[in-house]
C-alpha cells in the first residue's frame, strides 16, 4: 500500500493504519487470510458480542461473517464460554482422549445421518483431507469428483475448481501429479454420470450440496437426489462437504434438510462451537478402515493412518458440546432463518424498487446478493437474470464486489464474502432495520455511480 492511502484513512482509521504498516512487516502477505486484505485496510477487531463486533478505531459492525459463518449462536455465548473455562481450568491439552470426546462424537451421531462412526480433526480443511484419503483407501480408488466453484478447503488435494478459470490451480505451488487426481466439471448430471462412467478411477464425488461456495451457485435438492442414485450406481462414494451447510441448514445439517444420506461427511466451523475443530463422519464400513485389526500387514499398509495433536482438545471440545446441545433444539435455526428471510426479502425489495438488475436469494439463515454489472445485459425484466450458473453468479466484477463490500463496511454492515452473510440467533430486529437501510443507501450509490445495471 502506497503513502498516499496510509495518508487518506489515517485520520479515520489510526489504529487500523498503524497495525497493517506493522503487519506488512511481520506477516506474510500482511494478513493471516486471504479473505482478510480489507478495501483498502484490513479490519482488526478488539472484541465482539452477540451480532456485534467492534473494531480497533471503536467503530461498531453489525456482524453477518459471523466468524467466517462459524458461529450460529452469535459472538461469545455465554453458555459456550462458560463451558470453554470449566474446561480451560481442568488443563486445556492432554494429549490424550478424554470422555467430553465422546459426548461430542455422540451429540454428532445422534444429529447427522450418516455419522455411523465419526473422527475428529481440527478445521474443515483437514475434515477435506482426511475425507479424501478415507475415499481412497475404502474404495482403492485415486481422484476425486468436484464441481465448478466449489469450495472443500485450501489444501492440495483440491487446488483446482474453487476459483475462476476453474480448471487452473488455485495456488501457485501444488505439484501436477496433485491436480491430476482431481475432476472439475460443470455441476450438470449428464456430465457426472458420462464421467463416472468412462472413468473407473474416481473414488470419490466431493461437493458443498448447497452448491458452490455456500450456495452462491445454488444446487437443488432434486440434483442431489440424483447425484446420490448416479453415485450408489457407480459405486463410488458420495462426500458431503458440510462445513457451513452442517448444522446450519437443519440440526443435522444439509442431509437431515434434504433427506439425502451421504456415504460421508466433514464438517468444521459450527461443529467446533466456532473453536478450531473439525470432524469427519461416515458410515461404519467405511470408517473401519481407522480400525486396527491385529493384522500385522493390514494394519501397516491397508487402514488410515491419522494423528494430531490437538485433535479433539477439551476446549473446542466443550465449545462443541455447548453448541451442538442449541443446536439439537432446533431454535437457533427458527430465529436465524427467520431473520435471513426477512433481510433477502427487504434487501430484494429494494433493488425491485430501485430497478436494479439483481436479486437477492440463497437457504435458510444465508443471503447472497446477485449484482449485474454496469452496464448489463439489457435484460428487462429480473426473471431474465435469475440463474444457477456459478459462471454468472460468481462472476460480478471484482471492483463492483469491493466498492459493495467498502459501502456495507462504512455503514457498519460486515459479510462472509464476496457479496453474500450469514445471520445468527443472536441477531436483533434492530439489526435487520438498520442493515435493509444501510442496503438502501449503497444500492442507490452504487446505481449513481453507475455500477451496477438497471432493468431497461
Ligand atoms: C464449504 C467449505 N469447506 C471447507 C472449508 C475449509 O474450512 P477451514 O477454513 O476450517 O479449513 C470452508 C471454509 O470456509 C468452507 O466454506
Redesign the pocket.
Known amino acids: 500500500m502506497d503513502d498516499s492511502t496510509f495518508k487518506a484513512h489515517r485520520k479515520t482509521q489510526p489504529r487500523a493504519v498503524d497495525l497493517y504498516s506493522r503487519a506488512l512487516e511481520s506477516l506474510a502477505g500482511g494478513v493471516g487470510h486471504d479473505l482478510r486484505r480489507g478495501h483498502p485496510l484490513p479490519l482488526y477487531m478488539s472484541r465482539a458480542a452477540g451480532s456485534r463486533k467492534w473494531d480497533e478505531d471503536g467503530r461498531e459492525y453489525i456482524d453477518y461473517g459471523m466468524g ?2 462459524a458461529l450460529l449462536l452469535g459472538h461469545a455465548p455465554p453458555e459456550v464460554c462458560r463451558a470453554m473455562h470449566d474446561a480451560l481450568d481442568l488443563g486445556f491439552h492432554f494429549g490424550n482422549d478424554h470422555p467430553m470426546q465422546l459426548e461430542w462424537a455422540e451429540l454428532i451421531q445422534e444429529l447427522v445421518p450418516c455419522a455411523e462412526r465419526v473422527r475428529f480433526v481440527n ?4 475434515g ?1 483431507m482426511l475425507a479424501l484419503r478415507v475415499a481412497r483407501a475404502f474404495t482403492g480408488k485415486t481422484k476425486v469428483l468436484r464441481f465448478e466453484g466449489h ?4 489444501h492440495d488435494g483440491v487446488g483446482k475448481g474453487a476459483m475462476v478459470p476453474f480448471d487452473e490451480p488455485v495456488s501457485a505451488g501444488i505439484p501436477p501429479a496433485v491436480l491430476d487426481t482431481i475432476e472439475v466439471i460443470p455441476a450438470d448430471l449428464d456430465r457426472v454420470a458420462d464421467l463416472l462412467e468412462k472413468d473407473r478411477d474416481i473414488a470419490a464425488v466431493m461437493l ?1 450440496p448447497s452448491g458452490a461456495s ?1 450456495g452462491t451457485g445454488p444446487l437443488s435438492v432434486e440434483f442431489n437426489e440424483k447425484l446420490r442414485d448416479l453415485t450408489r450406481a457407480a459405486g463410488v462414494l458420495l462426500v458431503y ?1 458440510e ?2 451447510t452442517g448444522f446450519r441448514y437443519a440440526p443435522g445439517g444439509y442431509q437431515e434438510y434434504s433427506g439425502i444420506t451421504p456415504d460421508m461427511s466433514f464438517h ?2 459450527i461443529v467446533a462451537g466456532g473453536m478450531p475443530g ?1 470432524v469427519v463422519t461416515g458410515r461404519a464400513d467405511i470408517m473401519e478402515v481407522f480400525d486396527y485389526t491385529g493384522d500385522a500387514h493390514r494394519d501397516r499398509y491397508e487402514r488410515v493412518h491419522h494423528l494430531g495433536t490437538f485433535n479433539a482438545n477439551p476446549v473446542s471440545t466443550a465449545a462443541g458440546i455447548a453448541t451442538l446441545k442449541r443446536v439439537a433444539t432446533g431454535l437457533p435455526h427458527e430465529r436465524a432463518n427467520q431473520l435471513a428471510g426477512r433481510l433477502r426479502q427487504g434487501m430484494d425489495d429494494i433493488l425491485r424498487e430501485e430497478g436494479v438488475a439483481g436479486y437477492v436469494y440463497g437457504d435458510v439463515s444465508i443471503f447472497h446478493v446477485y449484482l449485474e454489472a454496469f452496464p448489463g445485459s439489457g435484460a428487462s425484466v429480473r426473471e431474465q437474470l435469475v440463474t444457477r450458473d456459478v459462471n454468472v453468479l460468481k462472476g460480478i466484477p471484482a471492483p463492483l464486489v469491493a466498492a459493495f463490500q467498502k459501502m456495507l463496511l462504512a455503514r457498519g454492515i460486515d459479510l462472509v464474502s464476496y457479496t453474500g452473510g450469514v445471520t445468527s440467533s443472536a441477531h436483533t430486529d434492530e439489526d435487520i432495520a438498520l442493515t435493509l437501510e444501510a442496503f438502501g443507501e449503497v444500492i442507490r450509490s452504487l446505481v449513481r455511480e453507475h455500477m451496477i445495471a438497471t432493468l431497461k
Open positions: 467466517n459463518a478445521s474443515g480443511s483437514e477435506s469450495f472443500s478447503g485450501w458443498e455456500w462437504d462445513v457451513i468444521g466451523k473439525g
